[in-house]
């Protein structure tokens, strides 16, 4: 958070920034304060990091100082914020954990209208009464729906707070201290403190960048490389932020924050006429979407128009409306139009180079003028543009005749547009279908686009122009008619089109069943105890690998990786990056002393040896003092490839039959009999996208040499004892000396698992190479280039069913992109095979499973493992068959749902199943039935908008399903204080497994969680670990950190019976004096598994977690926006250990596979080379993307005999169930396309995007605007 005083207007104002794009020169007169500053675990926590911590909002903890600050912002400029002002604080925070719900949830104790029960009320939360239609709250007494209490929190006093720093504010009054001049190493920062000084230094140095917000500039100095010698930074210039009322508009200077442009905007809204201020909305609403608050706070508009970027939400409404600009240089200034003369090309402006924007004057509108803006984004906040539009229309007065029209659009050419032939060909007409209809077919010729153009998604972005001039059309006819003028009467059904969109705030209710009655206060089990280092998270001293403090002789490790897919090297020249500063170090595939080959399946190089097999293959590295010294040689070192023809898609690779062996098939009852018995047969298709998995901390390894061949590696890994093996390999020493050090993860879902392969060993080979250590944390573009996702599916099948819907036969191919190793395909195209059916019996059914080898980065494990990926495929034929039938989709999947005793394909018999009650209890809590006719009769009502819904179930098979690894070790020593330290073989990435495993040790010692403690998970106390995966982390180290705690207790047994009345301190003291061992290895085997494939029998799973999700959306059949309204989850994870953890993981993983069936897009050119590295590009759910109304409850009674304390896995089930987000969007869909004649089974494939539902939902206006015919041209981006 930056704090500066205003002299001018005597204030103190307070924002939060994004560290990494705030020049630390632009801080002078700053007060900074991080999240250290507020509180500490030492010394008081404040309520603020209290409340994210005690509501569970803290899950890997990565996220949560950004959260902390932002609430903190917030609160010190309004300690009575409304929920509105809360959500608006978030816009730019992401979390890849919680799902948010528990954030929000904690935040709104701080609001003045969010004061919530907290679920004390009688019926659950205040917000929402979860128990519809269940037997009533006084029959379910141990009912519980608070997982924190209100009375914990310490009260929020803002007289508490730091002050400003007074010498700061002394210094502030008489600011104008003279200007400033920093010199680094590649750039020099002046500051001037006059007008005339920053248009003298403009004048003297043309080529200079202004800097105000460093949002631009920013991101193009970090990530496309650009040097800009000199910058001018007119900040302290009070005339460039300066606002002024003018008798027919308002001035803003240009380096007005966009914070302030909106604050000045709203006032005028309130006091003005509403006629005069159309522009003004539709900048304000063109501003609630732009970027985050934290954006916002520092991005000036005269930043946003001299960018010139084609996506700038503001200058199409500048354009529109008629803004005019002042252009200033040392000898006077001049004004400009901003029409279609002021952007000259691709980011090119018509000022001049010595010339500065001084201010920009934007208009009030006229009597008859209307103005709307629209913007389309993927993800609705803090998202850039796909196509973003302006239009203003001025009316003879009174009249509804068009005397000016203004179309702006930008996303559709390299600069801003103005459609002036439709303009031009509608002026003098009647605003009505006429005019519609001329106007749609003008536009769908003028608005063109090349079928290869950048950004893709033509087809989308030419109907988008269309579809958003009808929601203008129709939102101009209402105001028209408002005013009196008679115009064309338009049906009710259409004006859902034109309403805006507006966020509601989201309730949610969570409920589990409370531990039994008489279950002792010390016993912790079973209740909702909050994850142990969520407090260090929130204050910012919970340490992370990259927070190891940097050691004497450090160096800093970066990357060389391939630009080509598939290549032969044929030089690599160092000689220029070799000059650079700081440089130490290169190494490349020969300077590996062991063995340079690596891999799950070994068939990875350490290095690139000859040839490279993807975009961001590891070719060498590059060791310097400084990460931006040794950044920027590595891109300074010049390789010469030979290209070979590379095979990117899934579909290239079945052409090429380019698959890796074995191809698997599961196979059971009688596949011909089955489709001779069927009534229907039908064929489909799906595409089931990739995900990234946005871990907030990316890979990072620190390796330090020490004696005797020894390493000691500090790694954000899920699997410390494969990157022992790794390292140990490439080092060519033995496992014994090679130790790996893991504290806790910023996240890992699966991408920490088998890739630490690409960073650990290469950073341990240069720590050896230099005996100095040497650290790497990826760079997220890097992050997200190297070391893969999950895998692309392409899902084909044959389905054969019964008139009353019942499947009878199955014929299923996957093939999944595997990328240019095996690595863990293999077991993940398995568990997609033991998923096809999801919960679903199918008597006569085949899989197969096709591994894809394509020049892409190897992917990898990904919660859910190719489980969701089949079971989505099974989601994909069971709605084709209601379809085809034409019955509800609920019906069929009922109708098909396993029964108690059925026996899946591969043979196993289904016990202790809860899928029918998850099911029963999901529909009456959701109250589907009357959600299913409301959104009837809503679908009927509305033509632009449709409502759908969807219930979907997951059965999620649990054990690895590679047998060794269904093992665990456990290491308990209890010291002489009766304190305990508790090792085990699992690793802390957010999910709590910690917490669990001290509830654990706690209620089988019989002490409290507050004597036993956990360091951290290291290779020299548990060894030989399984990597902390598939969802068996609390069964398999549950189960032997108890045995372990129990051979404790028995060893403590003779002095508890000799002093029965002793304390835990007084046996431990009496046991150690008797010489009795007080430390104890647990091991734990999952038993009887063994299943095997060559003859489909053997046990696979140890058992299953089950679930069942009801979701209701809302899809803008004009834009392909949807709202996600409501969720109902019943999940059951037996007895829960910690109802707080894992309503947690069922919130945070439903809102990951929300992310991956409706949002989260990775774009890949044709030539291998992946197109969205970094948020900015790629979409994770945010905040505005949590269900309006979200509701979860753990089933109850359900205890579980195969697993610790009767729990069940939690940590992968839930993500498959935010597949009824994607079937609720599909079944909207389906209304829409009724609307057009279209019905039956229908392809659309996953994510469903923005561009997917609008081009999905066919009508007048898709059909304007038809598809370029596939081999005609070369897309932008493949579908991999
Ligand atoms: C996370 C994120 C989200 C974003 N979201 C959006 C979005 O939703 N919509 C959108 O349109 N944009 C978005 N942007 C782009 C960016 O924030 C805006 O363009 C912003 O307004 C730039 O302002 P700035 O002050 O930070 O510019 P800076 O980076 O400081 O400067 C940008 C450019 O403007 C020039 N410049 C600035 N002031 C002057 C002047 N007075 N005279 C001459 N040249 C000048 C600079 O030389 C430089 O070339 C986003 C950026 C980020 C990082
Ligand atoms: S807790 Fe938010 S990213 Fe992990």
């Known amino acids: 958070m930056l704090s500066r005083y205003h002299p001018g207007t005597k204030q103190l104002l307070h924002h939060a920034v994004n560290a990494c794009l705030a020049p630390l020169c632009s801080l002078h007169m700053a007060a900074v304060t991080t999240v250290e500053g507020i509180g500490s675990v030492a010394r008081k926590v404040h309520p603020i990091q209290e409340r994210i911590a005690k509501c569970h909002g803290s899950q890997c903890g990565f996220c949560t100082p950004g959260m902390v600050m932002s609430m903190y912002a917030l609160l010190r400029n309004n300690p009575t914020p409304k929920m509105a002002d809360v959500e608006e604080a978030f816009q730019g925070n992401l979390c890849r954990c919680t799902g948010y719900r528990p954030i929000l949830q904690g935040y709104k104790t701080f609001s003045a209208d969010g004061e919530c029960c907290g679920g004390k009320e009688k019926n659950g939360c205040c917000m929402k009464n979860g128990n519809e239609g269940l037997q009533s709250s006084e029959e379910i007494t141990d009912e519980a729906t608070s997982l924190f209490n209100m009375e914990d929190f310490a009260p929020y006093d803002p007289t508490q707070e730091v002050i400003f720093p007074p010498e700061l504010m002394t210094l502030s009054k008489g600011q104008r201290s003279g200007s400033l001049c920093f010199h680094g190493e590649r750039a020099t920062w002046l500051q001037p403190t006059s007008l005339k000084e920053f248009l003298l230094l403009k004048w003297k140095h043309p080529e200079a960048r202004v800097v105000v917000g460093n949002t631009e500039v920013g991101i193009e100095v970090k990530l496309k490389n650009m040097v800009h010698p000199l910058i001018l930074a007119p900040a302290f210039i009070p005339e460039l932020s300066a606002v002024t009322h003018s008798e027919d508009g308002v001035v803003f200077s240009a380096a007005c924050t966009l914070s302030h442009v909106a604050a000045e905007l709203r006032k005028a809204v309130r006091t003005l006429p509403p006629h005069q201020t159309e522009v ?69 402006t018509a000022v001049r180079p010595q010339e500065v924007l001084f201010s920009i004057h934007i208009p009030y509108s006229k009597k008859s003028q209307f103005v709307s803006a629209f913007k389309q984004s993927p993800r609705r906040e803090d998202d850039i543009s796909i196509v973003t539009t302006a239009m203003s229309v001025t009316f003879t007065p009174g009249t509804d005749v068009v005397e000016d029209l203004k179309l702006s659009y930008g996303g559709m050419a390299p600069i801003t547009v103005l459609a002036k032939k439709t303009a031009n060909k509608l002026l003098g007409r009647r605003w009505g279908e006429e005019l519609l209809q001329e106007a749609c077919s003008s536009l769908a010729e003028e608005m063109t686009l090349d079928p290869s153009a950048p950004g893709g998604m033509v087809t ?135 063995s340079n080959v690596t891999g799950m399946r070994q068939d990875e190089t350490v290095f690139a040896d000859g040839q490279v097999t993807c975009v961001g293959h590891i070719i060498g590295a590059v060791v310097a003092d400084t990460q931006i010294h040794a950044q920027r040689a590595a891109k300074a070192v010049k390789i010469q490839y030979e290209e070979l023809q590379p095979v990117i898609t899934i579909q290239e690779a079945i052409a090429a039959r380019s698959f890796y062996e074995p191809i698997r098939t599961i196979q059971n009852g009688d596949l011909e009999a089955g489709f001779k018995q069927a009534e229907h047969i039908l064929e489909g298709k799906i595409h089931i996208g990739g995900q990234e998995h946005f871990y907030l901390e990316t890979h990072v390894t620190l390796a330090v040499p020490r004696e005797d061949d020894e390493m000691e590696l500090f790694v954000s890994t899920q699997a410390p004892s494969d990157s022992q093996a790794f390292v140990a390999k490439a080092l060519g020493v033995s496992a014994n000396k090679v130790l790996i050090r893991v504290k806790r993860l910023g996240g890992g879902f699966g991408g920490k698992e088998s890739r630490t392969i690409v960073l650990s060993p290469v950073v341990a080979l240069a720590a050896n190479k230099l005996k100095r250590p040497v650290r790497c944390m990826l760079d997220r573009d890097e992050d997200m280039l190297i070391t893969g996702g999950r895998h692309p599916f392409y899902g084909k099948y044959k389905v054969g069913f019964l008139n009353s819907g019942k499947v009878v036969a199955l014929d299923v191919s996957f093939y999944s992109n595997a990328g240019n190793s095996l690595d863990l395909s293999q077991a993940i195209m398995e568990r997609a095979l033991f998923h096809m059916e999801n919960s679903y019996r199918v008597p006569n059914i085949r899989g197969q499973g096709f591994m894809c080898r394509t020049n892409l980065p190897t992917n990898t494990a990904f919660r859910g493992f190719g489980g969701p990926q089949g079971m989505m495929v099974a989601e994909s034929w069971i709605t084709d068959v209601a379809h085809s039938l034409g019955r509800s989709a609920e019906e069929v999947r009922r109708f098909n749902l396993y029964l108690e005793g059925e026996s899946t394909p591969y043979n196993q018999i289904l016990h202790g199943l809860t899928l029918d009650r998850c099911w029963d209890e999901c529909l009456s809590r959701s109250g589907y039935e009357q959600r299913r006719a409301a959104a009837q009769l809503y679908n009927r009502q509305n033509r632009w908008t449709k409502r759908g819904l969807a219930v979907v179930p997951t059965k999620f098979g649990i054990s690895f399903t590679v047998n060794f690894l269904n093992q665990a070790g456990a290491l308990v020593h209890v010291y002489r204080d009766g304190s305990v330290l508790l090792n085990h073989g699992g690793t802390e990435m957010g999910q709590g497994l910690h917490t669990k495993m001290v509830q654990v040790a706690s209620r089988v010692l019989g002490v409290p969680c507050s004597k036993i403690h956990i360091s951290e998970t290291s290779t020299n106390t548990v060894i030989n670990t399984s990597p902390t995966a598939a969802s068996v982390s609390s069964d398999l180290n549950g189960a032997a950190v108890q045995n372990a705690c129990e051979i404790l207790q028995k060893r403590l047994e003779p002095f508890k019976a000799q002093n029965p009345k002793g304390s835990w301190e007084d046996w431990v003291k009496a046991a150690y004096f008797d010489r009795v061992s007080l430390s104890a290895n647990g091991f734990y085997r999952t038993p009887d598994l063994g299943y095997d494939f060559e003859t489909n029998s053997g046990r ?104 610790i304390f009767a729990s069940k896995a939690v940590g992968e089930p839930p993500l498959f169930l935010a597949a009824s987000i994607f079937y609720a969007i599909k079944d909207a869909i389906s209304a829409a396309r009724e609307e057009s004649g279209l019905t039956g089974p229908f392809r659309l494939d996953s994510p469903a995007s923005t561009e997917r539902i609008r081009n999905a939902c066919s009508d007048r206006f898709t059909k304007l605007c038809p598809p370029a015919e596939a081999g005609t041209f070369r897309p932008w981006s493949v579908q991999v």
């Open 1100 to 1203: 696979l799973f140890h058992y299953y977690s089950y679930g069942v999700a009801c979701s209701e959306v809302e899809i803008d059949c004009l834009t392909g926006a949807h709202k996600n309204l409501s969720t109902t989850i019943v999940m059951d994870v037996g007895r829960s250990l910690n109802p707080a953890i894992d309503i947690g993981q069922v919130e945070g993983g439903f809102m990951q596979g929300l992310g991956l069936f409706t949002l989260e897009e990775l774009q890949y050119s044709p030539q291998g080379v992946l197109l969205t590295r970094g948020p900015g590009s790629y979409k994770i759910p945010a905040f505005g993307d949590i269900p309006t109304e979200l509701s979860v409850s753990l089933l109850r009674d359900a205890p579980n005999d195969k697993a």
């Open 460 to 594: 989308y972005r030419r109907t988008l122009t269309l579809s958003l001039f009808y929601k203008f059309y129709l939102t101009v006819l209402q105001k028209l008619r408002l005013q009196g003028v008679r115009v064309q009467e338009v049906g009710s059904e259409c004006l859902s089109a034109t309403q805006v969109y507006h966020q509601e705030t989201p309730s949610s209710v969570q409920i589990y069943q409370a531990v039994p009655k008489g279950q002792s206060q010390d016993d912790v089990v079973g209740r909702p105890m909050m994850h142990l280092s969520a407090l260090k998270q929130a204050t910012g001293e919970a340490v992370y690998c990259d927070d190891v403090p940097m050691y004497e002789n450090e160096l800093y490790l970066a990357l060389i990786t391939s630009t080509k897919a598939h290549a032969r090297i044929l030089s690599v020249d160092v000689s220029a990056a070799e000059g650079f500063p700081g440089v130490v170090s290169f190494l490349f595939a020969d300077d590996v002393p062991g």
């Open 280 to 348: 003004f909305l539709a900048i304000l609403e063109q501003l609630r979407w732009f970027a985050g608050l934290q954006i916002r706070n520092v991005a000036a508009v005269g930043g946003n128009i001299m960018t010139a970027s084609p996506i700038s939400d503001l200058n199409p409404v500048f354009m529109a409306a008629g803004c005019k600009l002042t252009l200033m240089d040392k000898d006077g200034s001049r004004e400009v139009q901003m029409d279609d003369s002021f952007f000259t090309g691709y980011r090119k």
